[in-house]
């Protein structure tokens, strides 16, 4: 049989911690067994602002972080052979492609074998206004506000790539699980249509793919479940099996903790119907996933079940939403919450008289920060006290002048609120609106090359 | 009775835990007993009626409650709570991320053999 494959998570999202993947790679290269790390990065909206970049830079559009989280591992990564897989592409592989080879060559590295996978980008092959009908949970008009539609492709193109020796493969927007679901089926050579191995090596990606999501981050709540080490959190390492068992584990000496109530929280986590969880290589069903101890911080996991890949596939559209302006200012000491009321009263009649066009929402940090509503239902029906508490105004619309002039509001609350007003801060940002489209899968072309 | 009084009104944080996920407007919580024995108890009080009840002031659409028996677990999915979901909301958790601990602050009825608090 097959030798097991060692698969690191590298990193969950785009701003995870750059140095958690050092004792990773250390690991993988000590066992000396077949391994990969993968770097998932790309949230929704990080695809919209990758494209502005782009457009902006065409040397730019990949995850700005590229450099950092790769300095520090290219090298041992590439001298034990271990696959590196990626979707730090984003909106521009071949550019990220670039970079690594200048990172290799600056480190004075041979020049590694890079792989890039091309074809999510669906303004590339399809008119907005088509796009715009296939989105099916946002009304988009006649497509033509649209930033960015990236289709979520597989893990076929990327398997393809590492069978073919690529060291590193660079993706845009990919299925999460299928930057661990490419290695795997490199490595053990299954069929496509096998779907319960597809299922095993996509639930293998799933836990993988948030970082330490699986090892204790995201986790700790003192005196319920503590958490030794958060500090030095050490992402995650599956033992990935022929079998079809797999072992989540950590690197020795970091910190964190893998128990099956972090697998488990992992294993449910943004999942709707456990037993169709789509993807586009395989429906994963995990409702008879078997979580189970098998030594310290090694928790075995088994019975993924898959059934027959969707024929559509899910698409990410961006529209430009205009921007998001927040402003803030802290009253605290004797009636603070009552004069923070009276503030936002202030600031809401004056928008109001003056025909403000967007959105508008107010909160009370102190008293109900994340909780609440956009109508102030929740804030309006808790107890009226606070000692210390901050008033926080949030507008959208799409003319920036106005939404600064909404901001400007709680910043005129210094001379003309109510008493004893401070600390103001104002924001602005960028907002792009997102809607799910579903596209048939003849209309996406997903390629690979080595670059 | 006295027992069943001293084992009402506790919190769900007391017996499970819970993770938040986001997907547009949709939320799924998970709520994980940290002991199999208490799984029937989550099958019986937590149910989707009073976690809808929770987002009511979110204007909640459908709750979903998929059942794990072998996990120990429920997953709950709520659709329309975030607000327009992590693109278009107003609010600082757009994610929905901490909304996990909304839903562990239900209260439940400890099995009357068990010490309350």
């Known amino acids: 049989m097959t030798e097991p494959l060692l698969v690191g998570g590298g990193a969950g999202f785009s701003g995870d911690r750059v140095d958690a993947p050092i004792p990773v790679v250390a690991a993988l290269a000590r066992s000396g067994r077949p391994a990969a790390i993968i770097f998932e990065t790309l949230a929704e909206r990080t695809l919209a602002l990758a494209q502005r970049a782009r457009s902006e830079n065409p040397g730019r559009g990949y995850e700005p972080q590229l450099e950092a989280i790769l300095a520090p591992i290219l090298a041992e990564c590439l001298a034990h052979g271990i ?45 907005r206004d088509e796009i715009a009908r296939w989105t099916t949970d946002a009304d988009f008009g006649d497509g033509s506000g649209i930033v960015a539609a990236n289709a979520y492709l597989g893990a076929r193109e990327i398997a393809q790539a590492l069978a073919a020796g690529a060291e590193i493969v660079v993706t845009g ?165 009552e004069r923070a009321r009276l503030a936002a009263g202030v600031v809401r009649d004056r928008l109001r008289t003056r025909g403000f066009p967007g959105r508008m929402r107010f909160d009370l940090i102190g008293v109900a920060s994340v909780f609440g509503d956009d109508g102030g239902t929740y804030w309006a029906g808790l107890p009226q006290a606070g000692e210390d508490v901050r008033l926080r105004l949030a507008v959208n619309h799409t003319d920036r002048d106005w939404v600064e002039r909404a901001t400007r509001e709680v910043l005129s609350l210094y001379c003309c609120g109510p008493a004893g007003g401070g600390g103001v801060r104002q924001s602005l940002t960028p907002v792009f609106h997102t809607g799910s489209a579903y596209v048939p899968r003849e209309r996406v072309q997903a390629t690979w090359r080595f670059v | 009775m006295a027992n069943d009084t001293a084992n009402a ?53 459908q709750v979903t409650r998929y059942e794990l028996p072998r996990l120990g677990a429920l997953n709950f999915v709520i659709d329309g709570v975030l607000e327009g979901g992590v693109n278009r909301s107003l609010g600082l958790d757009g994610h929905g991320k901490t909304l996990s601990f909304r839903v562990l602050s239900l209260e439940v009825t400890l099995p009357p053999e068990e010490p309350g608090g």
């Open chain 1, 173 to 337: 927007r990919v299925a999460d699980p299928a930057l661990v679901l490419g290695p795997v089926m490199a490595h053990f050579g299954w069929g496509w249509d096998e779907w319960d191995r597809l299922a095993f090596g996509t639930a293998a990606g799933h836990l993988l793919e948030c970082g330490a999501q699986v090892t204790g981050g995201y986790f700790a709540d003192p005196g319920m479940k503590d958490v030794p080490g958060l500090d030095e959190v050490g992402f995650p390492i599956a033992e990935i099996a022929g079998d079809g068992s797999m072992v989540i584990t950590k690197p020795d000496g970091t910190g964190g903790i893998v128990s099956t109530a972090t697998v488990t929280e992992q294993l449910l986590y943004e999942i709707h119907d456990p037993a169709r969880y789509l993807t586009p290589d395989v429906v994963l069903d995990v409702t008879e996933v078997e979580i189970e101890a098998a030594g310290r911080d090694r928790v075995r996991v088994t019975g993924a079940r898959g059934r027959a890949r969707p024929d559509t596939l899910k698409a990410t559209v961006c529209v430009s939403g205009g921007f998001l302006g927040e402003a803030e200012i802290s009253y605290a000491g004797p009636h603070a919450a």
């Open chain 2, 9 to 61: 009104g506790v919190p769900l944080h007391q017996v499970a835990h819970a993770r938040a996920g986001d997907k547009g407007d949709r939320l799924n919580v998970s709520v994980t007993a940290y002991d199999r024995r208490h799984y029937p108890l989550l099958l019986e009080q937590v149910t989707a009626e009073r976690v809808a009840a929770l987002f009511g002031h979110r204007h909640a659409g």
């Open chain 1, 83 to 127: 696959r590196i897989v990626g979707n730090f592409g984003a909106a521009n592989p071949t550019a990220a492609a670039a970079a690594i080879h200048r990172l290799a060559a600056a480190a004075g590295l041979p020049a590694p074998r890079i792989a890039v996978v091309e074809g999510d980008d669906l303004l590339a092959v399809a008119g």
